[in-house]
RNA sequence: GCCCCAGUGGCUUAGAGGCUAUAGCGGCUGACUUGUAAUCAGCAGGUCGCGCGUUCAAUUCGCGCCUGGGGCUCCA
């Protein structure tokens, strides 16, 4: 919609022809006033025809409030579609054009509506003060993206974000007994981490004049980097990287096979009108990247919710089978404001693990989290971090479920922070995080269990139960291990953390992108570490050799500066012996070992993690150099 | 999104209202064939983030934009 609004001192027209065959049938051709009105030549835009009635109520907001700052009760109405190149259809901008006029009669404004689709004559005498000529340009589908969307006062919730404003809560913590104490009276001398959660929680307390460490060194690590093409937020990923990535998208995966889940993946982008997504967005205070299909907005998805709801929706599901699980490694989007994103820690463009376990009732519900607990500890273990752990709860659900939440408490064997929040501003009632602290006393939030009460029904997903009636499930939204950007951002941190206190940073095994690099000592050496690179191949550890024309020192300290692992310096001895000397960078020791011997070592540290293969050549001369230095 | 800070070859960086804009790493060429964190020499590589303005003159000053970081707000 684009408007121009001129304040005038009369305003007169006249109705000279049809311009469209279904022109308005006019009452009188002629008008004529000597009052002063505001006056609103109007444009109906294709983006208007996505939401007639949204446009239409925020046109009639912006000519109400000029209309109050220039103190003016006339309003005239008049259709003008030479404001805009991308016209709508007429339908669109008549539908417009007397939802506007209707609405502002009901706010009490006098208002003429000029007559559509005719020729007209017009006379207008400007005020010329500062406020007596404007102009608005309105597109309703950018609108419907903020989530600020207009149908809301016609629904029945209100959005997320009015409702968050309001939400009070109350901050405890609970120890493995059960015990709960207000935070400020828990004495955390043992609990330092936990402390340094709680506060960033809490107090608020964010005061960091550095960049977070982790930037610099997935950079120097070559794992992933910045993209100036894309839009901010949205990160390239160079082999190495890519490598680590998809080991880990592949760890928990095969976990969530183990779990029992239905492996799946939906579309990337849903539409804005599909009624219950509509009703979803209203929930979700999140900002949407608005994706257009001609004249369709659509909007690139914020998590795998939709797809499985919708897919789930539709699925024919016995009581036999709960719970269903259904799992997704979700791209996904979210608009963040530009001061929100942080390298790792908060990006536009993420990938999420995601699982729904649909379960009947509330008992089920209690005891899948149980369940789940086993697999986000798993998993947070192997990402070799220390974590805090805390629960976010309706009072109502928690002082029904005090036992659980103490069963809870006991199962993760270390205190909990536990916030209690009055009114339900969401759609969990209950919502357990894994938190990591970073080298900046910050927290990010990695996996995440949440029981969801609201979007069963809202999605119209149903189960059979024992008598044969249809019944609205609930819902565990769970990210097993959370983002996979925000687990690198937390190795990462961890690294730099035991760094600070002296020890050698490292990436887990299991993740790291190169875990043995052979550094031959010489060019005639290099075919012998080829034949040892296939036996490396085979037992499905990633490796690469060094053959560059280099010193044996660069060569380790490239090796180094990489943090590989396991570096493998082979000569003439090591090709007579049939042994290898292998520098540990954990253990920080050099040692002799045969071939078989490392296999087996790295295999035993690495079971769980299924093979994930380098993702570039094994020859190093043959790796372009994208952001490492050596 | 708002407020603050920054932006110099691929990376790290020196510099100053003016004359040919530093240096190291990396890259390329040559020599060396190397034993556990940097071998030597030479060469190439820059519209000093982008646009507009001030000025005789702007990479340097001002404004706007873009990108990154920090704060607020918010989250996997």
């Given at each position: ?34 009052d ?108 419907i ?62 005061t ?45 995966t ?59 929706s ?6 036999k ?96 922070m ?44 149903t189960y ?128 002799k ?10 295999q ?21 150099i ?5």
């Open positions: 919609m684009r408007m121009l609004q001129i304040h005038s001192d009369g305003f007169s027209f006249e109705a000279k022809r049809k311009a469209l065959k279904n022109a308005e049938d006019l009452t009188e051709k002629v008008y004529k006033t000597e002063s009105c505001l006056v609103n030549f109007i444009a109906a835009e294709t983006s208007d025809e996505t939401n007639v009635t949204g446009a239409a109520k925020t046109t009639a907001d912006m000519i109400a409030t000029a209309a109050e700052e220039v103190k003016e009760t006339n309003i005239v109405v008049y259709p003008w579609v030479h404001l805009s190149e991308t016209p709508s259809k007429p339908s669109t901008a008549m539908k417009l054009l007397k939802t506007v006029t209707k609405d502002l009669e009901k706010r009490g404004f006098n208002v003429v509506q000029v007559p559509f689709g005719w020729y007209k004559a017009f006379a207008i005498h400007c005020k010329g003060h500062p406020l007596a000529e404007r102009s608005k340009v309105l597109d309703i589908s950018k609108e993206a903020k989530a600020a969307d207009v149908d809301v006062t016609e629904g029945e919730d209100l959005t997320a974000l009015q409702a968050e404003e309001k939400a009070t809560s109350t901050f405890y913590i609970m120890e493995t007994n059960g015990t709960v104490t207000a935070v400020k009276d828990f004495n955390f001398a043992k609990y330092k981490e936990l402390k340094l959660y709680v506060n960033y929680e809490t107090a608020k307390d964010r960091a004049q550095e960049p977070p460490p982790h930037i610099e060194l997935m950079k120097q690590l070559e794992l992933v980097d910045y993209e100036p093409g894309s839009d901010a937020g949205n990160f390239r990923w160079p082999p190495r990287g890519l490598t680590l990535k998809k080991a880990i998208e592949e760890r928990v095969s976990e969530m096979v183990d779990y029992g889940a239905h492996v799946l993946q939906t579309p990337l982008i849903y539409d804005y009108q599909h009624p219950s997504l509509k009703s979803y967005l209203q929930r979700f205070p999140s900002r949407q990247y608005v994706v257009k299909s001609g004249d369709h907005d659509f909007f690139a998805r914020f998590s795998a919710c939709f797809g499985q709801f919708l897919l789930a539709q699925a024919t599901i016995s009581h089978q709960l719970p269903l699980k259904l799992f997704e490694i979700a791209p996904s989007y979210r608009r963040e404001q530009r001061g929100e994103l942080a390298g790792m820690r908060r990006l536009r463009a993420f990938t999420m693990p995601d699982i729904h376990e649909i379960v009947a009732d509330e008992e089920m519900a209690k005891q899948s989290v149980m369940n789940q607990i086993e697999f986000v500890e798993k998993l947070m273990n192997e990402l070799e971090v220390s974590y805090e752990v805390s629960f976010r709860v309706l009072r109502e659900f928690y002082e029904r479920n005090t036992s659980f939440m103490e069963k809870i408490a006991k199962r993760i064997g270390k205190p909990i536990i916030e209690v929040f009055e009114e339900r501003y969401a759609y969990f009632v209950f919502k357990g995080e894994w938190n990591v602290v970073d080298a900046q006393n910050k927290a990010g939030c990695l996996s995440t269990v949440q029981i969801d009460v609201e979007n069963g029904e809202r999605f119209k997903i059979v139960d024992e008598d044969g009636k249809d019944k609205y499930p609930l819902i565990l939204h769970t990210s097993p291990s959370g983002a996979i950007e925000r687990i690198l951002y937390g190795v990462l941190e961890q690294a730099y953390k035991n760094m600070k206190k002296g020890q050698v940073p490292h990436l887990p095994l299991w993740m790291t992108p190169v875990q043995v690099r052979l550094a031959p000592v010489d060019d005639a050496i290099v075919d012998y570490c080829l034949e040892i690179g296939k036996t490396l191949d085979e037992a499905g550890i990633r490796y690469e050799i060094d053959d560059r024309s280099q010193t044996v020192g660069k060569k380790v300290r490239s090796a180094e500066k990489l943090w590989i692992p396991y570096i493998a310096v082979i000569g003439e001895i090591e090709q007579k012996s049939g042994e290898l000397s292998i520098r540990r960078r954990e253990l920080k020791d050099q040692v070992m045969s071939l078989g011997d490392l296999i087996r070592e790295i035993n540290k690495t079971t769980f993690a299924p093979k994930q293969r380098l993702l570039l050549p094994h020859l190093v001369s043959k790796q372009a994208f952001s490492r230095e050596v």
